[in-house]
């Protein structure tokens, strides 16, 4: 089985996983009404789909390779800061925005990223939110390592800002 192969059905599974996690925590009888959650166009559906999401996307670059040593999930929006007003879904920056804390950059935690954010592509398509767009099904990884994280540079100021910190969803 292909690399790519192989990320398609780590994401597929994910995201079975994920309308699972949905179904129990909106209290409905299975995942097939979770999916439809998505067609009637529920947008609670979409957020907590995405949130689960995001940490079992963190746990598997965490699984992957043994230089991550967390993973944080944040809102771009929320990151303007000042009087920039946040857009009505659909959104205009990526769907689930995920920086990698490692302690040294490699190009194979890119190359992972960039077959994550193909499959995660495919995976919504099939949801079939009739108001998703390209963006809401984008996954965008942010590779910072411990020099930027510590001299506060680029995404590593994130890591630890009073103003928007945020949100851990896997630590090693």
């Excluded at 599974?13 to 009404?33: P, S």
């Amino acid at each position: 089985m292909s690399t790519m192969e192989f990320e398609n059905t780590v994401v597929t599974n994910m995201v079975e996983e994920a309308l699972e996690c949905y179904a129990e925590k909106a209290g409905l009888k299975d995942k097939e009404q979770a999916r439809d959650a998505f067609l009637a166009d529920d947008c609670r559906a979409c957020d907590y789909v995405r949130y689960v999401l995001s940490r079992k996307l963190g746990e598997y670059l965490g699984s992957v390779d043994d230089s991550v040593r967390a993973v944080y999930t944040f809102e771009p929006e929320q990151a303007t800061g000042g009087d920039v007003a946040i857009p009505e879904r659909p959104n205009l920056s990526p769907g689930i925005n995920l920086i990698a804390r490692v302690s040294h950059k490699d190009s194979d935690l890119s190359s992972v990223a960039a077959s994550l954010r193909s499959a995660l592509m495919e995976e919504c398509r099939r949801l079939g939110c009739p108001n998703c767009t390209a963006l809401c099904s984008e996954l965008d990884i942010q590779i910072v390592d411990e020099d930027e994280v510590q001299e506060g540079i680029g995404y590593g100021a994130l890591i630890n800002s009073l103003h928007m910190r945020p949100m851990e969803v896997w630590c090693r």
